[in-house]
């Protein structure tokens, strides 16, 4: 079930990336299954292509030059990003997520959503729009500016357009119908029963890009095409090793999270010894033509709902897509490119969903602040200066609560041991910068204990710190019976009436006679 959710994504954000060959996304599923999930720490996450990260990879091909040279010059900052990686699992920096406010990655991640619609919009009505350099358009801005051309000239393209819009209809009308047999099977299964037959109806087959094409055979494109002549171009290599390297370890890290609560056996993953087997496969991805992975939340919550119970699944998910390319090409070969753009907008129409907005909203007017800012700074600039921006003013809004700079970097906790009860105090701030602190004490208590956690010294408790305790919380309670006990949270006064927003002591006011 898997392995058939991943063969149409894997193909479509090789594509969607501008990498040469569409069966790149595939191979990159095939190392993370057969090869990664044999030393991965997480059992039940299923490592593959990204649809977060097409931005990123999109942005190297063209800032390296675009082409076939752009894409191999990508792949070096790919496996040198695997190396950091490893070296993050190394310094057991798997922490690493919880550093990033969360509100600052929901924008990011909803932005790169907005980011995919711009594009594969076009896409869905037949037409890769090309700027006046001759290079595919990738900034989000110009891409909308695009789009009334586009739609003017559907006419020359009926066909696509047809199979594009009935492929769209299916991505969002199907989860809608009340029927539970239709939640077992992926939506993309029945994209491609219905886009592979309109696809001969329609004589896609004879239309520039209205199917997708192999110019070779998949043994024959797995080589060593890696160049690391890229970095000539200093500032751009190392920025887009920064950017996969961070982001895709970030995303990862978050699923492996995410997957955790919906394992059944509620056996906790090892973060850092998974972020080192993810670096490896970047890394022979990288050098093999491949884009690089992550352990992917759409396919992982997939392989969860389907029973999965072990590594196993991941490993077979890959061996099914290598069956599928080794024999199974030609009909892979009919289906629309318009089908696999409709599944790129459903992912990341899911991304930037209006409910996101919404909830972060629920949560605090403060939170929808740096949730916004990160998305319009990420459209306008790029993903690294949108999340530098909302962190910047994540600093900026807790520094205006009267606090010292100090303060909110350093954690001031205090760990009492009284006869197997646990207390902990937190004094002046929790926050998410010194959140780790504060995680650092937490970890350190062994399991099956009573653990009272004090906020009464606290004067400020943000969102993130609400949300990661109440992690802490689920994990500590399902592991050996322990139970926690949030302490002294009603003398604080919540943002908004959401259950993790951010809290802060009321100021006492003096009175005098």
Known sequence: ??????????????????????????????????LVSLIAGSRLTIKGPAAGLIVIIAGAVSEFGGGEMGWKFALGSIVVAGILQIIFGVLKLGKLSDFFPLSVIRGMLAAIGLIIISKQIHMLLGVNPIGIDGKPIVEPIALLEALPHTIATVADRMPIVITGLICLLLVFGIPLLPFRWLKRIPVPMFVLLAAVPLGVLLGLGSIKDGLIRFDKPFTEIVGMNVNFDGFQKTGVFVKYVILFAVIGSLESLLTVKAIDIMDPARIKSNSNRDLIAVGAGNILSGILGGLPMISEVARSSANVNNGAKSRWANFFHGAFLLVFMLFLTPVI??????????????????????????????????????????????????????????????????????????????????????????????????????????????DAIPFGASVYIDFNNADIIDHSVMENIHHFKHDYEAKDGGKVYLMDLDNHKPASNHRLAARKKPRKSSVTE
């Open 1 to 34: 079930m898997v392995s058939l959710l991943a063969l149409p994504l894997s193909l479509g954000i090789a594509r969607a990336s501008d990498f040469p060959n569409p069966m790149y996304g595939v191979l990159t599923a095939i190392i993370g299954g057969m």
């Open 333 to 442: 070969q009919m289906i629309p490119n318009a089908a696999l753009a409709a599944l790129l907008i459903g992912v990341g129409f899911r991304l930037a969903h209006p409910r996101e907005f919404i909830h972060t909203l629920h949560i605090g007017k403060d939170q929808l602040a740096m949730f916004v800012t990160t998305i319009i700074f990420t459209l306008s600039v790029d993903l690294l200066v949108g999340v530098a921006a909302g962190i910047t003013l994540k600093i900026i809004i807790q520094a205006a609560s009267g606090k010292s700079i100090k303060s909110l970097f350093k954690a001031n906790v205090e760990v009492l041991d009284q006869q197997g009860d646990f207390y902990v105090r937190i004094h002046k701030a929790a926050v998410f910068t010194n959140w780790l602190g504060i995680k650092k004490e937490l």
